[in-house]
């Protein structure tokens, strides 16, 4: 055996001593960490996934996702540890499948790219959530696998349905047009439009309208609620989702990309399908916020959704520096390396405010925290036989209540308000209650037909959050 294939096996059992590795550890994460990854929209997604059996409806829903709720509803169905154990498989596989990518691009030290991704902040913390984002990530590096392999029909049906995992999908759509454009498969490009076909048809006997795929986009309307920021939004907060010495090898990679694109020495995958593909939903992600346009609340979670694209520019930064700058000084590169593999490793255990907070990014939030003490007083107080009016999701999960059943549960609005029976629970908060349905607490202190029987409150980083558990007389 030559020392090339030597190097090769070596690589190769590191490569999955990392996994397994990764999966111990994630396994203990599930165990000894009770965090939802959010308290808004990942519960949400769970909730959505969890009662889609018993509401069928939920799973042509555009807000929760189709093709997520159809492939996470099995594990929903054993709570959001169930959830979770989703989560976690799909970033594994997508760790296992950014690797064999970039062993296909015939990229060096393509085990950097597990690395870079096991240890990115925000990626580690999204994993054990209810979120959408790993599994964008899984049906994008899979296309991208499929077609480096110049297996087009795979990559394009995989493409032709991620909007439905994530509506941001159609950008993803568009780049796959341009690149399927200049490889001259021209006859594969109808693909791109497979999924919305199939979804137009099945949604049709929930809508009766074949075009509800397209009208219903909850986020196809110019504005935002959530207002708009700075165009170097999504360039500063990229740090906080990979760390400062990925976030270093990154930009370096993104240079090395264009330089050698220009000079037309690296593959159209890699310019086009990974570097393009980034940008494009980089940019775009930058435009909706600093519009303030299709519902964009500038998170930086959407970043997650294009981990393995950053993760393959990152390598490619990597093996800038090492492989090609330093490729003269053998004692050099290997120091060089080291220092890089070992400083992303120990960065999400710092203090750096864009490393791991382990009490506050993988426990329950004060927020939970006081929802579960609200919950625990109105089961002490009633039983389980009254309807519950809220909006904040958790109290629908601490309260073991279907969150789609009318008779159960009814959101927190005006025109419900107007509706209360006598003997509903009303549990106001000030996030989804006050912020997103412009509830307020005089509005209810002021109701005559309501009582209000418990408060409580408290201060979490400058924020007040508060409770408050009212009954209808």
């Known amino acids: 055996m030559d020392t090339l294939s030597i190097n ?137 696998y499929f077609s480096i392999k110049q297996r087009y029909i795979a990559a394009c049906i995989l493409i032709s349905f991620i909007p439905f995992v994530r509506s941001d999908g159609l950008i993803i759509i568009g780049v796959y047009f341009l690149y399927l454009v200049l490889k001259r498969q021209w006859k594969f490009i109808p693909l791109l439009f497979f999924g919305h076909l199939i979804y137009s048809i099945a949604g049709f006997f929930v809508y009766h309208d074949f075009l509800w795929v397209f009208n219903k986009i909850p986020y196809a309307n110019i504005g935002s609620p959530y207002g708009s920021g700075e165009i170097t939004h999504f360039i500063e907060q990229l ?12 930009w370096i990679g993104a240079i090395s990309i264009i330089y050698k694109s220009v000079q037309k020495k690296i593959s159209i995958e890699i310019s086009v399908l990974i570097f393009t593909g980034f940008m494009c939903f980089f940019i775009a992600h930058t435009l909706f916020w600093y519009l303030g346009i299709f519902n964009s609340m500038g998170l930086n979670r959407v970043l997650i959704g294009v981990m393995p694209m950053i993760a393959i520019i990152s390598l490619n930064g990597f093996n800038f520096i090492t492989e090609e700058f330093l490729k003269k000084n053998y004692k050099i590169k290997i120091s060089v390396q080291l220092f890089f593999v070992i400083y992303i490793v120990v960065f999400p255990f710092t203090s750096n405010p864009a490393a791991i907070n382990w009490k506050r990014d993988m426990m329950l939030s004060q927020e939970q925290q006081l929802a579960i003490k609200s919950a625990n007083f109105v089961t002490t107080s009633f039983g389980t036989g009254h309807r519950i009016v809220c909006s904040h999701p958790y109290l629908s999960e601490v309260l073991n209540i279907d969150f789609f059943d009318s008779l159960k549960r009814k959101e927190l609005n005006n025109e419900n308000i107007k509706q209360l029976q006598s003997g509903d629970i009303i549990i106001w908060e000030n996030w989804f209650a006050e912020i997103k349905q412009g509830i307020l607490k005089t509005d209810l202190d002021n109701n005559k037909e309501l009582k209000n029987l418990y408060n409580t409150n408290i201060y979490d980083n400058g924020r007040e959050i508060c409770y408050s558990v009212y009954i209808r007389k």
């Open 239 to 250: 740090l906080y989702v990979i760390g400062i010495p990925v976030y270093l090898l990154f």
């Open 8 to 144: 090769e096996l070596f690589m190769k059992k590191t490569f999955f001593l990392l996994l397994f590795s990764y999966l111990i550890i994630s396994i203990f994460t599930i165990l000894f960490f009770n965090g939802t990854g959010d308290a808004g929209d990942s519960i949400t997604h769970y909730l959505f996934a969890k009662y889609a059996p018993s509401h069928p409806t939920l799973f042509f829903d555009h807000w929760s996702k189709p093709v997520f709720v159809l492939l996470s509803c099995p594990f929903a169905h054993f709570g959001f540890t169930g959830m979770k154990i989703f989560n976690a498989l799909v970033s594994l596989l997508c760790i296992f499948m950014t690797f064999k990518t970039a062993e296909c691009l015939n990229l060096k030290n393509a085990i950097i790219v597990a690395v870079i991704m096991m240890f990115a902040p925000l990626y580690y913390i999204l994993t054990f959530s209810g979120l959408t984002e790993p599994l964008f990530a899984l049906f994008l590096i899979f296309a991208i």
